[in-house]
């Protein structure tokens, strides 16, 4: 039976470069298949753009490819990288001087485009497109003057031309993470686009593939604290098969764990409904996947199915949302949190004297209700307690109600509760970006190819 064999190079901007070396030199891989982006990820590439047009794209995705071409070239190892964020055109160019760089002639680099839409947005809203918030209902005329960026999730259709014309370098803009993993199945495997059984069975894999370490013992929690050499962690490594089903292992001397343990934990990750996992290219459903120990980190995935993609595309938007003051300030004992509650109050009222507004406040006490917030968690009531931190954060229009929270913040060093400290040097007034969640039809959607050679 036919196969191909798939490895995880990166789960995240960011993401240590390590186990993507690793993987070229040791694994035996047809496919590096590399995740940058994030909804978030999208609106700084946006503004980097913005400020200088040969930037937008994720400034790992060079280092990256410095350290796995030279190897991956040799041991014919195909790259796709969605690392092209806000500007794949100019990451490609980026890709091309590398090449120059490292002496690497011959090579077809592929760029995949067409997902940003947000010069088409006044175009199709006259079209009767709202581009309607998928939580609230409402249009997106209410902050279309505010709009950064509109990126649409591609699926595999242009990664699958650039493969089929002989790139040996694809880097996209903004696609479904599982396309990355699912086109060079498509490619290699013969699979129709609309053979949603195998099309969904190849995304459920990809989905358990592509958060690199989360499926190999990262973040694992049934039983983190057996996970072997969890700093030198190996990636996925993925053999598909013809029929959908697929042998999930790591890079061979890595550290960390594959079992029906671990690969259940990222299953489960963003996956919302398990019988309708939705992505650009097939609605996958695996309520009744099995995972089968075969070896040593070795499971095979089967029993994934899928059902016809949805009719339209989900589109990665952003907004300019206000901007963010903050402080945080730690109170030591005796009677740490007391100290922290009238530090809040002392705050709150210097900020009132200030003629302070805000849109939404957030009081934190690191470590105790940062995560769940209050009225979750009962007060601390040990009087012996060491130390309390507290961080008090504010949204509001502009930039100079924001910077109040830190100037105002100042006075607890000297005039509020005793043991006051850690306030330390003023941040940088943050500016805040909102995620937009909406659709477009599909119809309006194509995705563009452009070869480049090296």
Same mark, same amino acid.
């Given at each position: 039976? #036919? ?22 030199? $040791? ?10 982006? %994030? ?16 930037? @937008? ?8 490819? #410095? ?7 040799? #041991? ?8 092209? !964020? ?13 090449? *120059? ?10 760029? +995949? ?20 918030? /998928? ?34 370098? +694809? ?11 699912? %086109? ?27 958060? @690199? @370490?989360?499926?190999?013992?990262? /973040? ?8 072997? $050499? ?13 029929? &959908?089903?697929? +042998? ?6 890595? &550290? ?41 980190? #070795?499971? $095979? ?23 963010? &003051? ?28 200030? *003629? ?16 769940? !917030? ?15 931190? +507290? $961080? ?23 005039? !509020? ?38």
């Amino acid at each position: 039976m #036919r196969s191909v064999k798939l490895g995880t190079g990166t789960a995240y901007w960011g993401d240590t470069l390590l186990p993507a070396k690793d993987m070229v030199e $040791r694994a035996d891989i047809q496919y590096l298949c590399c995740d940058h982006l %994030a909804e978030l990820t999208m609106s700084i590439l946006t503004k980097q753009k913005r400020r200088n047009p040969d930037r @937008g794209y994720t400034s790992d995705l060079i280092p990256l490819l #410095r350290s796995v071409l030279p190897t991956a070239r040799e #041991r014919g190892i195909r790259i796709v990288s969605d690392g092209g !964020g806000a500007n794949p055109q100019a990451a490609g160019r980026a890709v091309v001087d590398l090449c *120059g760089e490292l002496g690497l002639t011959g090579l077809r680099i592929a760029v +995949v485009d067409g997902d940003d839409v947000l010069d088409r947005i006044d175009h199709l809203m006259e079209q009767g497109i709202a581009f309607e918030n /998928l939580d609230t209902g409402e249009p997106l005329s209410t902050v279309r003057d505010r709009l950064t960026h509109a990126n649409v999730y591609m699926g595999t259709d242009g990664i699958l031309e650039a493969l089929e014309r002989g790139a040996d370098i +694809v880097i996209t803009g903004r696609v479904t993470d599982p396309a990355l993993f699912l %086109a060079p199945m498509r490619h290699e495997l013969g699979w129709a686009a609309d053979d949603w059984h195998r099309l969904g069975a190849g995304t459920g894999v990809a989905h358990v593939m592509e958060c @690199g @370490g989360q499926a190999t013992g990262g /973040l694992y929690a049934g039983g983190w604290q057996k996970v072997p $050499r969890k700093h030198e962690i190996g990636y996925p490594v993925g053999e598909v098969f013809e029929n &959908g089903e697929a +042998v999930i292992s790591k890079t061979p001397d890595s &550290g960390g764990e594959v079992s029906p343990g671990t690969l259940s934990e990222q299953l489960v990750y963003e996956m919302h409904d398990p019988a309708n996992y939705l992505t650009a290219d097939v609605v996958a459903d695996v309520t009744n996947i099995t995972f089968t120990e075969v070896g040593p980190d #070795r499971v $095979r995935v089967s029993n994934v199915t899928g059902k016809e993609r949805p009719a339209a595309l989900k589109v990665n938007m952003g907004y300019e949302a206000g901007y963010i &003051g903050e402080a945080l300030f730690t109170f030591t004992w005796p009677d740490a949190y007391a100290k922290s509650v009238g530090g809040i109050e002392f705050l709150e009222e210097r900020l009132r004297m200030a *003629g302070f507004e805000a849109d939404d406040v957030r009081v934190e006490y690191v470590g105790h209700t940062s995560m769940f !917030g209050p009225g979750l968690v009962p007060e601390p009531d040990d009087p012996d307690q060491l130390e309390v931190a +507290v $961080r008090y954060a504010a949204r509001c229009a502009t930039a100079e109600q924001a910077a109040k929270v830190y100037r105002e913040s100042v006075s607890l060093f000297n005039n !509020g509760p005793a043991g006051a400290s850690g306030i330390g040097f003023a941040p940088p007034t943050k500016q805040l970006l909102a995620a937009w969640p909406t659709l477009i039809p599909r119809e309006a959607m194509t995705a563009g190819v452009t070869m480049l050679e090296v």
